[in-house]
């Protein structure tokens, strides 16, 4: 079974998991190397993309997903200083909402 086929065997309404399930089961076992359990999570260099080739380069499952979720790292505008570096492709990346510390 492709990960697709196992994602698509959800009912209806099934949720994204909270920042703590987030954390146990799929970023610690990232970092330590572990396997990680099937996911929809794609690592990728998000300042090299513009929205419209990550939307093209990963499709949502239809009628089930509305949303994409990617790892990424974060870049910094100056080598020292605090401000991210949001230009991606042609573009720039656009702030909706506000920074969550997860620890």
């Not at 086929?5 to 799929?26: C, N, T, V, W």
């Not at 089930?64 to 492709?89: M, V």
Request: aromatic share 18%.
């Amino acid at each position: 079974i492709t990960n697709d086929e196992y994602f698509k065997s959800f009912p209806k309404g099934y949720y994204f998991p909270s920042d703590e399930e987030l954390i146990i089961h799929y970023l610690k076992n990232k970092i330590w190397g572990k396997p990680l359990p099937p996911n929809r999570i794609f690592v990728v260099d998000l300042y090299g993309y513009n929205p419209e080739v990550l939307t093209a380069l990963y499709k949502l499952l239809s009628h089930r997903e509305t949303e994409w979720y990617f790892l990424s790292s974060r870049r910094r505008k100056y080598p020292n200083g605090q401000r991210p570096d949001r230009n991606a492709g042609n573009g720039y990346w656009k702030p909706t909402g506000t920074d969550k510390v997860i620890k």
